[in-house]
């Protein structure tokens, strides 16, 4: 039985380090440069944004996606949610302005930006 509750531990702990996002730059760019990856920025709105939702469900959350990313990318997410109970720390919110300030200064949702460790933008795209 133990056995049992162990491996069911680790299978949900491997899911979850497959799906984690950064929602800090530099902390990703740090890990970035250690695994040598570049840095996959999605600009999100994840309670009011149809593509956006669309895009995380069909794509981030694909099993196909998350073994190609863990290989290749530093994920990091820049929610900026709408609704009330949703809403960000200040803290949080203002970094997530300052980036888009920085890389989507149009303000496009979803906006997926890919990036060297160094944040030098190697390309851009919607969805």
């Known amino acids: 039985m133990k056995n049992i509750l162990f491996g069911i531990l680790f299978f949900v ?3 979850a380090s497959a ?15 250690k695994e040598n990856k570049k840095i996959l920025l999605i600009f999100q709105g994840s309670d009011w944004c149809a593509p956006c939702i669309k895009l995380d469900r ?16 530093v994920l990091v997410k820049a929610d900026f949610p709408r609704k009330e109970k949703n ?21 496009y949702f979803p906006l ?3 990036m060297d460790q160094n ?9």
Request: net charge negative; hydrophobic share 30%.
């Open 58 to 73: 069909e794509i981030w959350s694909s099993s196909e996606f998350q073994d190609y990313a863990k290989d290749h990318y």
């Open 112 to 114: 997926v930006v890919i």
């Open 87 to 107: 809403q960000l720390e200040p803290s949080r919110q203002e970094k997530n302005n300052k980036l888009a300030e920085r890389y989507n200064p149009q303000g």
């Open 19 to 33: 799906q984690s996002w950064h929602n800090d730059l530099s902390s990703a760019q740090e890990q970035a440069l």
């Open 119 to 127: 944040g030098k933008v190697l390309g851009k795209t919607g969805y």
């Open 13 to 15: 702990a491997g899911i």
